[in-house]
């Protein structure tokens, strides 16, 4: 007898669950691993290369700025440059080592990198000229790395400011006191078909995919279009479209997938990198269309292959924008870690203890054992051990749960859960906590809020 067409279909959805858990999985300790804040008692060289308690990128994304601006976005290599390059260098390295041997510097390490910023700008200002056609001269050339620093150092403390007077706790401790009746971790099936019709379910993700994620769709295509020869641009953007297609469709149909579109996405489509991302496209579209203005910018002088310095000006300008939306999503995540801290044995705790106390039934992880920790990019990280039963059923190599959320999803989880405690003081006062730290969290600069897909 031939196999029910229904239970033939769940099986395709299912075995595609089986291959994005595995992934998943894998990608979670990857990211976990390649984002976690640098640990103490490392040697005295990688201290001063990269301060405790950060990521790598962090110190990597300061340089690329200092570097961008000693050279400027199109890459002058005249002794007024290499000379205001080697100041910067040198002044983050002091920097470094200030922060490994006081906790100040360490804590206010990006007034620290502002302030650098600010001097090499203030140097080009001083150094700089005006030029005239054809003259040849060592010192520096003006550019707009100025402007861009003088926004940066009025912008981020500007956000620091607001993180530091809105994120504070008016309820009693109400966050931290409700934590434990929250569960944090995603519920159980997530990889597997629950409903009717998956080769629907199949067909509807797909067409549902460049509808709902257009920019997420067309950006690789376009960000390859800006580095290849003429007489490849068409196969390398369909390629890679047809590549973001599959794998959006794949995420929209399973949610954990589309977490880790998520963390990718937080590179290129919120607050300002998105705005950059549809200028690229945009850019993209023009070349491919063969429109003349453009095409000539691209293959001026560059054999084909492409305007280096359109290139360089684009991996500035998202750099900056990193930058400042790394420091924005870190001022929140480090607030929301004090608010849930019911210890507070240190001013910003790193990592917090987090035993669940409600019913073992909605997910996979143990209640005991679980900790809440910072992590890269502004985002909290929830860890935890998977139940015996459940890592022998789906043979998963290790029993580690790992979890991560930004501040804005967190607090969303908070009020989801804490709606249905049966106690309506405890769920009254717990409410008001999540929805003062709600509000405030909305008044924080575009880059710390929640995106679609990133």
Same mark, same amino acid.
């Given at each position: 007898?031939? %196999?029910?067409?229904?239970?033939?279909?769940?099986?395709?959805?299912?075995? #595609?669950? %089986?291959?994005?858990?595995?992934?998943?999985?894998?990608?979670? %300790?990857?990211?976990?691993?390649?984002?976690?804040?640098?640990?103490?008692?490392?040697?005295?060289?990688?201290?001063?290369?990269?301060?405790?308690?950060?990521?790598?990128?962090?110190?990597?994304?300061?340089?690329?700025? +200092?570097?961008?601006?000693?050279?400027?976005?199109?890459?002058?290599?005249?002794?007024?440059? $290499?000379?205001?390059?080697?100041?910067?260098?040198?002044?983050?390295?002091?920097?470094?080592?200030?922060?490994?041997?006081?906790?100040?510097?360490?804590?206010? &390490?990006?007034?620290?990198? $502002?302030?650098?910023?600010?001097?090499?700008?203030?140097?080009?200002?001083?150094?700089?000229?005006?030029?005239?056609?054809?003259?040849?001269? /060592?010192?520096?050339?003006?550019?707009?790395?100025?402007?861009?620093?003088?926004?940066?150092?009025?912008?981020?403390?500007?956000?620091?400011?607001?993180?530091?007077?809105? !994120?504070?706790?008016?309820?009693?401790?109400?966050?931290?006191?409700?934590?434990?009746?929250?569960?944090?971790?995603?519920?159980?099936?997530?990889?597997?078909?629950?409903?009717?019709?998956?080769?629907?379910?199949?067909?509807?993700?797909?067409? @549902?995919?460049?509808?709902?994620?257009?920019?997420?769709?067309?950006?690789?295509?376009?960000?390859?279009? #800006?580095?290849?020869?003429?007489?490849?641009?068409?196969?390398?953007?369909?390629?890679?479209?047809?590549?973001?297609? @599959?794998?959006?469709? &794949?995420?929209? &149909?399973?949610?954990?997938?589309?977490?880790?579109?998520?963390?990718?996405?937080? $590179?290129? !489509?919120?607050?300002?990198?998105?705005?950059?991302?549809?200028?690229?496209?945009?850019?993209?579209?023009?070349?491919?269309?063969?429109?003349?203005?453009?095409?000539?910018? !691209?293959?001026?002088?560059?054999?084909?292959?492409?305007? +280096?310095?359109?290139?360089?000006?684009?991996?500035?300008?998202?750099?900056?924008?990193?930058?400042?939306?790394?420091?924005?999503?870190?001022?929140?995540?480090?607030?929301?870690?004090?608010?849930?801290?019911?210890?507070?044995?240190?001013?910003?705790?790193?990592?917090?203890?987090?035993?669940?106390?409600?019913?073992?039934?909605?997910? +996979?992880?143990?209640?005991?054992?679980?900790?809440?920790?910072?992590?890269?990019?502004?985002?909290?990280?929830?860890?935890?051990?998977?139940?015996?039963?459940?890592?022998?059923?789906?043979?998963?190599?290790?029993?580690? /749960? @790992?979890?991560?959320?930004?501040?804005?999803?967190?607090?969303?989880?908070?009020?989801?859960?804490? %709606?249905?405690?049966?106690?309506?003081?405890?769920?009254?006062?717990?409410?008001?906590?999540? /929805?003062?730290?709600?509000?405030?969290?909305?008044?924080?600069?575009?880059?710390? /809020?929640?995106?679609?897909?990133?």
């Amino acid at each position: 007898m031939n %196999e029910h067409p229904t239970h033939r279909e769940a099986s395709i959805y299912n075995w #595609l669950g %089986e291959h994005v858990r595995s992934f998943v999985r894998w990608w979670r %300790e990857f990211d976990a691993w390649l984002n976690q804040p640098l640990p103490k008692g490392r040697h005295i060289a990688w201290r001063w290369l990269a301060p405790d308690g950060y990521a790598w990128f962090v110190p990597v994304l300061a340089a690329i700025l +200092t570097l961008a601006m000693a050279l400027g976005p199109t890459v002058e290599m005249r002794w007024g440059n $290499l000379g205001l390059l080697a100041i910067g260098f040198a002044l983050l390295f002091l920097l470094h080592a200030a922060a490994g041997r006081q906790a100040l510097f360490n804590q206010y &390490l990006l007034g620290g990198q $502002l302030v650098i910023l600010a001097a090499l700008a203030l140097l080009l200002l001083v150094n700089s000229r005006p030029e005239t056609y054809g003259m040849m001269t /060592a010192r520096p050339r003006l550019h707009v790395g100025v402007a861009i620093v003088c926004a940066l150092v009025l912008a981020l403390p500007a956000a620091w400011l607001l993180a530091s007077s809105l !994120f504070r706790s008016n309820a009693g401790g109400g966050l931290a006191d409700s934590l434990p009746k929250v569960e944090l971790f995603l519920p159980k099936n997530r990889y597997d078909f629950m409903g009717r019709g998956p080769i629907a379910a199949l067909v509807s993700a797909l067409v @549902i995919a460049p509808i709902r994620y257009p920019v997420e769709l067309l950006l690789p295509g376009s960000l390859l279009t #800006l580095f290849v020869p003429d007489h490849y641009l068409w196969y390398a953007f369909g390629v890679t479209a047809l590549v973001a297609w @599959i794998v959006l469709f &794949l995420g929209i &149909l399973f949610d954990r997938l589309m977490e880790i579109l998520k963390t990718v996405g937080r $590179l290129f !489509f919120i607050g300002p990198q998105r705005v950059i991302s549809v200028l690229v496209i945009v850019v993209a579209v023009l070349r491919l269309a063969d429109v003349h203005y453009i095409t000539y910018l !691209f293959n001026a002088g560059s054999r084909g292959y492409g305007n +280096t310095t359109i290139m360089r000006y684009i991996v500035f300008a998202y750099a900056v924008a990193w930058y400042y939306g790394f420091w924005c999503d870190h001022f929140v995540a480090r607030r929301l870690m004090r608010l849930i801290d019911k210890q507070h044995l240190s001013i910003t705790p790193v990592e917090i203890a987090y035993d669940y106390e409600g019913s073992e039934t909605l997910s +996979t992880v143990r209640n005991r054992g679980r900790t809440i920790a910072l992590h890269g990019a502004g985002r909290l990280k929830i860890e935890g051990r998977y139940e015996d039963q459940y890592q022998r059923q789906t043979k998963a190599a290790s029993n580690r /749960a @790992i979890q991560f959320m930004t501040p804005a999803e967190m607090l969303a989880q908070f009020r989801t859960q804490l %709606e249905r405690l049966p106690d309506r003081l405890q769920r009254e006062t717990c409410l008001q906590a999540c /929805a003062t730290s709600s509000v405030r969290r909305s008044s924080i600069p575009p880059s710390s /809020a929640p995106w679609p897909m990133a």
